[in-house]
């Protein structure tokens, strides 16, 4: 449930959160009612491969780690240990380049959306 936000966290518009007069006590009732699996019970498919949008993904110091940086890794055919580390970053960048994406080598909403929607 903490993955539940309102839109204006990611794209800057305020909606659900307008149509939703209550929204907080909608994401509790939600909560409360049901559980939500994302995990793949095909075995062809790594367990790292969920593709819901957690951060924004780059290179730093210390280096991100985690299953979205190996998800990513995947998509892009770099080394897929989880670290998002300067082949990482190049392969990211080549891939932005080629779908006409701003090529900064950042993973945001806009190229996760393009690897996994």
Known sequence: MSNVVPHSRWTKKNCPRNILRNW???????????????????????????????????????????????????????????????ETRAKVIAYQKARKLAADGIVGVKTWRSMFW
Do not use: C, E
């Open 24 to 86: 907080d006590s909608w994401v509790r009732s939600i909560g409360s009612s049901s559980t939500v699996s994302t995990s793949s019970t095909s075995s062809s498919q790594p367990s790292y491969m969920d593709t819901n949008f957690s951060r924004n993904m780059r290179l730093r110091s210390p280096m991100m780690r985690g299953n979205d940086v190996k998800r990513v890794q995947h998509k892009i055919g770099a080394k897929v240990d989880g670290i998002f580390g300067r």
